[in-house]
């Protein structure tokens, strides 16, 4: 049995567990996402966000429950099958993982070249589109070295678009940016969900991303999903560290948390060289 039509989900985690030797990062989670829906995933650094945006993608597989993507149990796929589903759920990464050699407009034509019979005409026209809809339109003979770290995720952005996904992951789209810019790519986010009817995954600590985007929060903290529900339901979930997360949410403090946060990781994502 493949499908998970009773749910309904478009993806789903049941009952999650991933260790790495002894490092037990998901320890029984489970959370849903409805298509057209958006789930933002938030928790501390090292907490296993990105570690579930793997299972979700099939690069990770759990050590025990299953995994639901696209209504599929992709559990125990093997390569083949992930790769047809990969075509509609596809991931935006942190750092945009653009091809450095080749220009904004190439990276963005690349799935289309990859994928469809398209005339160069036609595929410059549908890369102009998507530039234009991400607001990058005119970077595009640029290289991605010329670009800021905000600018490398909008274009990442329209690469993922690029392949008509159903879905979107997205790994802190708004992690080392300025807050205006992190205000444009939270903005672009949501446009898109509306306007594409995107069922979209987001994993994030920016407090104010989530009230934006999420229609649901998962709240990873010491490997278990804390709290799973609406921000509405979160502010009255009597969980210290939930709602400590929620006072965030105001002004001037989530900059210094995430400058907090993301030094976690080391400087080497700030403006590092795309691969
Ligand atoms: N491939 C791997 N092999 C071994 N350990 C891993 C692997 N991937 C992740 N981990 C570990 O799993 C834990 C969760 O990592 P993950 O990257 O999911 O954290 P995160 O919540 O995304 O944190 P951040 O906010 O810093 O990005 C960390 O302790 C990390 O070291
Ligand atoms: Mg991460």
């Excluded at 444009?184 to 446009?191: A, F, T, V, Y």
């Amino acid at each position: 049995m493949s499908t998970d039509e009773k749910s309904g989900s478009y993806i789903e985690f049941k009952d999650v567990s991933k260790a790495f030797g002894d490092n037990r990062v998901l320890d029984h989670v489970s959370f849903s996402v409805m298509p057209g829906e958006t789930v933002c995933i938030l928790g501390r650094s090292g907490v296993g966000k990105s570690v579930s945006l793997m299972n979700i993608m099939g690069f990770l597989k759990p050590d025990s429950g299953r995994v639901i993507v696209a209504h599929e149990d992709i559990t125990d796929y093997g390569e083949e099958d992930l790769e047809r589903i990969r075509k509609k759920v596809t991931i935006v990464f942190q750092n945009g993982a653009l091809f450095d050699s080749l220009t904004v407009g190439e990276n963005v034509a690349f799935p289309l070249r990859e994928r469809r019979q398209l005339s160069e005409e036609q595929i410059y026209q549908i890369v102009d589109g998507l530039l234009d809809m991400v607001g990058v339109k005119e970077m595009r003979d640029q290289l991605p070295s010329d670009l800021s770290t905000g600018m490398k995720r909008s274009v990442a952005i329209a690469r993922a678009l690029a392949a008509q996904p159903e879905c979107v992951l997205y790994d802190e789209p708004t992690t080392m940016v300025d807050p205006l810019m992190a205000q444009l790519l939270g903005d672009l986010i949501k446009r898109l969900k509306i306007q594409l009817h995107l069922t979209s995954v987001v994993v994030t600590h920016d407090m104010r991303l989530a009230k934006k985007l999420a229609d649901r929060v998962v709240f990873l903290h010491e490997a278990r999903a804390l709290f799973f529900g609406t921000h509405s339901e979160m502010e009255r979930c009597d969980e210290p560290i939930v709602q400590e997360f929620l006072r965030l949410d105001e002004p001037g403090i989530t900059a210094s948390i995430e400058v907090n946060t993301t030094s976690d990781n080391g400087p080497a994502d700030k403006d590092r060289p795309t691969s």
